[in-house]
């Protein structure tokens, strides 16, 4: 015999609050970190897309930054359209300073402001590259340890002695400001701040998920190589005039000297060629403080001191290519010099 329909809707309302007083008893699903990513002309695109899809694997919320919201123009010409402007982003859980070309905004006073505001809300900032310069100038880093990417290093401890900046990091925390090296740092950077926020376990996860070699902190370090004292890449504007590069042959080395080798084409003699690079790189060497030729022969020598009070001899060979009409084989090395 059938139970009459008004018992079963009774046994069915008592077994759904019965469920409900069980679904109380679970804590509620904390809410999702809110991301912001500071954008601007002239960001970098890895320093902040890398970090993205770290923090898009992790669930958060993402959203992008720039002073008034319109669209702008990464470096490399790529338009990306911010969903926010300074005045009404809201407030964030993690604020991401990428870099790039960042003359126009490290000293912007309403970007630093903006960076400032959220400190004040007790989220993370997370500089990448030399976004660490745009982070500096808050005064925020003031008394802390940092670092940025390799070849800044030495930059950022002229423009800021207050700050402790680490060569030998590829992400620094401070509690609630990270910074990282540069570029692909801002993965490792990203994936810290999983770590710090969801586990281990998980920056683990998304990294795998990212197709990432994730290494421990201290086994890739570029700002210990002598790659961080080389000159930037020899450019086509160096030789304006009479040559043009062919290729960039070869660079290599380790933390006691580096070298770059290019095929170079010009109607000049090598010895020639050789005098009109040294002019070329002459203000990049003032800046770097390397001092004259110290050595007649052979010539293009020249020594410096890095930060760490470190010295260093630079070496400028130009030869001809053997049967290879106007070719030429550019070299640019650096090497430790030993102390005493």
């Not at 309302?13 to 019965?18: A, D, H, K, Q, W």
């Not at 720039?66 to 407030?91: F, L, R, W």
């Not at 002229?158 to 540069?182: F, S, Y």
Request: charged share 20%; net charge negative; aromatic share 8%.
């Amino acid at each position: 015999m059938k139970p009459p329909r008004c018992k079963l809707l009774a046994m069915f309302c008592l077994t759904l609050l019965c469920s409900i007083g069980a679904l109380a008893d679970i804590p509620a699903k904390p809410p999702r970190t809110q991301v912001a990513i500071l954008l601007f002309d002239g960001v970098d695109v890895i320093d902040y897309a890398g970090p993205f899809e770290v923090f898009l694997n992790a669930e958060m919320d993402i959203y992008t930054v720039s002073a008034n919201g319109a669209a702008i123009t990464t470096e490399g010409g790529m338009k990306v359209q911010p969903t926010y402007s300074y005045a009404n982003a809201p407030d964030a859980d993690v604020v991401l300073i990428p870099g790039g070309n960042v003359r126009s905004i490290k000293n912007d006073a309403a970007t630093l402001a903006w960076i400032k505001q959220h400190n004040a809300h007790h989220g993370y900032l997370m500089s990448v590259c030399n976004g660490a310069f745009t982070l500096a100038n808050t005064g925020l880093l003031s008394g802390l340890k940092a670092t940025t990417t390799s070849g800044n290093i030495d930059a950022l401890r002229k423009a800021h002695a207050d700050i402790e900046v680490l060569r030998d990091a590829r992400v620094v925390d401070n509690d609630r400001i990270l910074t990282t090296g540069g570029l692909s740092a801002g993965i490792d950077g990203a994936l810290h701040m999983v770590e710090r926020l969801q586990g281990k376990g998980q920056a683990q996860f998304i990294a795998e998920i990212l197709e990432y070699h994730w290494q421990p902190e201290g086994s890739f370090l570029p700002g210990i190589d002598a790659f961080h004292v080389m000159h930037q890449l020899l450019g086509e504007e160096n030789l304006t005039g009479y040559g043009h590069i062919e290729t960039l042959v070869s660079t290599s080395g380790d933390k006691n000297g580096w070298r770059y080798v290019w095929r170079v084409r010009s109607a000049l003699g090598h010895a020639e060629l050789a005098n009109r690079i040294d002019t070329a790189l002459a203000d990049e060497r003032k800046q770097m403080g390397m001092q004259a030729p110290y050595d007649a022969s052979p010539n293009h020598q020249w020594r410096f001191t890095d930060s760490d009070q470190q010295a260093w001899n630079e070496q400028l060979d130009v030869a001809d290519v053997a049967g290879e009409s106007d070719t030429h084989l550019v070299t640019l090395s650096v090497t430790h010099l030993p102390q005493g």
